[in-house]
């Protein structure tokens, strides 16, 4: 099972993320995956679009819990 995700702030979430290796000069970078084997870099996100997306995910996560 998955743990639950009750409680994380989106906030968190992104000064986690500034925090990264995968952060530079201040541009959050993400590896994403195609399919298997298959990762895709991509950077330049806003981060009030990552913070947006955080919380989308996290309301879906809850109302599935």
Avoid: C, W, Y
């Avoid at 409680?7 to 590896?31: H, I, M, Q, W, Y």
């Avoid at 084997?37 to 990552?50: D, F, H, N, S, Y």
């Amino acid at each position: 099972p998955m743990p639950s995700l009750r409680g994380v702030n989106p906030e968190e979430v992104l000064s986690a993320a500034r925090r990264d290796k995968k952060n530079r000069n201040g541009s959050l970078r993400f590896v994403l995956l195609r399919r298997i084997g298959r990762p895709v870099l991509r950077a330049a996100i806003p981060e009030k679009r990552i913070l947006e997306l955080t919380r989308e995910l996290l309301n879906k996560s809850q109302t599935r819990s």
